[in-house]
């Protein structure tokens, strides 16, 4: 896989759209793609409800451990 700053916009629509068939499958990707065109949202928003009872040090721990399972 390409560094972020090598990464076309192309390249990386096609990295998502084929880590989202392989995790979801054809037919929950297209719901997905679909939702996120029909919907109205803000990301920054979404991101910080999501995160919102996360503690930093929870967050940190979780961001080394996938680092370390997911080397570049």
Same mark, same amino acid.
């Given at each position: 896989?390409?560094?972020?700053?090598?990464?076309?916009? *192309?390249?990386?629509?096609?990295?998502?759209?084929?880590?989202?068939?392989?995790?979801?499958?054809?037919?929950?990707?297209?719901?997905?793609?679909?939702?996120?065109?029909?919907?109205?949202?803000?990301?920054?928003?979404?991101?910080?409800?999501?995160?919102?009872?996360?503690?930093?040090?929870?967050?940190?721990? *979780? *961001?080394? *451990?996938?680092?370390?399972?997911?080397?570049?």
């Amino acid at each position: 896989m390409m560094t972020a700053n090598n990464t076309s916009t *192309a390249e990386i629509i096609d990295i998502g759209i084929n880590y989202l068939i392989e995790k979801l499958g054809v037919i929950e990707t297209e719901r997905f793609i679909s939702v996120l065109l029909r919907e109205k949202s803000d990301y920054t928003k979404w991101r910080e409800r999501y995160f919102s009872d996360v503690s930093s040090d929870d967050f940190h721990a *979780a *961001a080394v *451990a996938y680092g370390k399972e997911n080397p570049l």
